[in-house]
């Protein structure tokens, strides 16, 4: 009796598994992988002049430390001597005070007068003596009043010399320069005792500023200057400058003027020198911005030109000098290329890719060799059907 029960389970089993090999095998579907849309630029031949980008500070050419060359107590202090005055030339900025210069002045005066009278003195005695002796044979000088005449002159000399000292001390109680700039610095005021020697402001010239960049070996390459290029008076290599200033881009020019004459042993550079004349009058931005000291700029500095070069945007170089090309069959390929030349803009390529190459400017997470691509125009006009 208890066969039976296993007998019903194991046609069960076998009925089951004959049912289950006996049924159709679901019908698989293979689904190609979407094209992923990518932005594209053509790249273009076209004769090209290099752009040399850096950053650098604006500086004065000309900074003094306005020091005082004579004593005394400061008893006026111009308006514009404040930081951020306006210097003129020969305009006094502060004055000391003045009475004892004066009378060492009136003081040297007299002592050049009397030297005056000693020498007329001295030549009359000379005189009589040369007269007296006419007829002497071997008269020394001292009996000719030789000695006395020379020492009347060296007096008058001496008290001449005295009287120029006397002046020129007066003279420097009245402070000016002898440029026209603005000041950065203000350290004494009215009533205060300044020593010889002491630092009352700083100014600097307002006829010319420069900016130093530094400029690495492909930099100097673009530029194709040697080391310790010096500008002639007619040549011009433009640098256009801009910064952000009053929440607008200012732009500025100016000209590069010399290349350092050594390459720093540390960073491997040299420096540039820009020079922009007049830079708070005539050169401001096209807001009126002048360019101002103390500014950080960025500077793009003319280069050589190459003819019927391979440009891209900058967005289409990829680390270690790749490119993404979608080729005619619509997928990926990776090109290495050979840089002549980078900016923030551009980039300009000897080998590795031709004209009318579609170059991938856009982003890609995981490029691979190969992938399907939609190429899509970088203006956003429509896609290229098959890459095309």
């Known amino acids: 009796m208890y066969m039976i029960p296993v007998l019903i389970l194991t046609a069960g089993v076998g009925a089951f598994a004959l049912l289950d090999a006996a049924k159709p095998e679901p019908e698989k579907k293979t689904e190609e992988p979407r094209p992923l849309s990518v932005y594209i630029e053509f790249a273009d031949k076209t004769d090209v002049a290099l752009l040399v980008s850096s950053e650098g500070e604006v500086r004065p050419r000309t900074e003094v430390t306005i020091v005082s060359q004579v004593a005394g107590r400061v008893v006026s202090v111009s308006s514009e001597f404040t930081e951020g005055g306006v210097v003129t030339p020969g305009v006094t900025l502060l004055e000391i005070e003045d009475a004892d210069y004066k009378?060492?002045?009136?003081?040297?005066?007299?002592?050049?007068?009397?030297?005056?009278?000693?020498?007329?003195?001295?030549?009359?005695?000379?005189?009589?003596?040369?007269?007296?002796?006419?007829?002497?044979?071997?008269?020394?000088?001292?009996?000719?009043?030789?000695?006395?005449?020379?020492?009347?002159?060296?007096?008058?000399?001496?008290?001449?010399?005295?009287?120029?000292?006397?002046?020129?001390?007066?003279?420097?109680?009245?402070?000016?320069?002898?440029?026209?700039?603005?000041?950065?610095?203000?350290?004494?005021?009215?009533?205060?005792?300044?020593?010889?020697?002491t630092p009352m402001g700083k100014a600097f010239s307002t006829d010319f500023v420069e900016v130093r960049l530094p400029l690495d070996d492909t930099q100097l390459a673009s530029l194709d200057l040697p080391i310790g290029f010096i500008s002639a008076k007619d040549e011009v290599i433009k640098v256009n400058l801009s910064a952000t200033v009053a929440g607008k881009i200012q732009y500025w020019q100016g000209r590069l003027v010399r290349l350092d004459a050594s390459v720093n042993s540390q960073t491997r550079t040299l420096y540039g020198q820009v020079e922009v004349a007049l830079p708070y009058t005539e050169n401001v931005s096209q807001y009126n911005m002048p360019l101002a000291v103390g500014l950080y700029v960025t500077a793009e500095i003319e280069g050589r030109s190459i003819a019927n070069a391979t440009v891209i945007s900058r967005e289409g170089l990829r680390a270690g000098n790749r490119?993404?090309?979608?080729?005619?069959?619509?997928?990926?390929?990776?090109?290495?290329?050979?840089?002549?030349?980078?900016?923030?803009?551009?980039?300009?390529?000897?080998?590795?890719?031709?004209?009318?190459?579609?170059?991938?400017?856009?982003?890609?997470?995981?490029?691979?060799?190969?992938?399907?691509?939609?190429?899509i125009d970088q203006s956003g006009v429509g896609e290229l059907a098959g890459g095309e």
């Not at 000292?165 to 009533?191: D, M, W, Y």
């Not at 997928?331 to 290495?336: C, Q, T």
């Not at 900016?343 to 691979?368: L, M, T, Y």
């Open 103 to 197: 009378l060492a002045l009136a003081q040297a005066q007299s002592a050049v007068a009397e030297a005056e009278v000693g020498i007329q003195e001295a030549e009359a005695a000379a005189d009589v003596a040369r007269k007296q002796l006419r007829n002497a044979r071997n008269a020394s000088p001292l009996a000719l009043k030789k000695p006395q005449v020379a020492r009347a002159r060296a007096m008058l000399i001496s008290a001449q010399s005295a009287l120029s000292q006397a002046e020129l001390n007066l003279a420097r109680t009245k402070i000016s320069l002898p440029f026209h700039g603005r000041l950065i610095e203000k350290n004494v005021n009215v009533g205060q005792f300044v020593s010889l020697g």
């Open 323 to 375: 490119v993404f090309i979608v080729n005619s069959e619509g997928k990926l390929e990776v090109r290495d290329v050979s840089v002549v030349h980078s900016s923030p803009k551009e980039a300009v390529i000897d080998k590795g890719i031709e004209a009318n190459d579609k170059v991938i400017i856009s982003s890609i997470r995981n490029p691979i060799p190969g992938m399907a691509l939609t190429a």
